[in-house]
């Protein structure tokens, strides 16, 4: 769909932030159904916030040249990992670290609880 680029956003005060700039390629920026699927990406990537997901900051429109600017992450590129074989780890075992790392849905209840629940339930058994 496009190039990323590394590039420096400078703002008001001297800011100057490191960010990655996606390119719309210019043989699709031509076709508006292109641009406007450019734009949904954008748009959604802006609402998501999620450490595995890059933050959106702003997305341009200069002649006909369009652009996503994002949160620049340090890193292989896609084409140096698939250079490398890239990570041949099997899907059920990247899910079951992914399981493992997680907080478990359902916590154990502290025994505070679980003796707090006999006293509590005690009235209600009669009916």
Do not use: C
Not at 8 to 27: E, H, N, Q, T, W
Not at 79 to 91: C, K
């Amino acid at each position: 769909m496009g190039e990323v680029l590394e590039a420096v956003r400078i703002g008001p005060g001297g800011l100057r932030m490191p960010v990655a700039l996606k390119r719309l390629a210019a043989d699709q920026a031509i076709r508006g159904d292109m641009v406007q699927r450019f734009f949904t990406e954008a748009r959604i990537l802006a609402r998501l916030d999620h450490p595995n997901i890059v933050r959106v900051h702003d997305v341009l429109a200069v002649d006909s040249a369009y652009f996503i600017v994002m949160e620049l992450l340090r890193g292989a590129t896609t084409a140096e990992l698939a250079a490398h074989g890239g990570d041949r780890t099997p899907w059920p075992e990247v899910l079951a670290r992914w399981q493992s790392s997680r907080p478990p849905l359902h916590r154990p209840e502290p025994d505070a609880v679980r003796g707090a629940r006999g006293h509590l339930t005690a009235p209600h058994a009669g009916g």
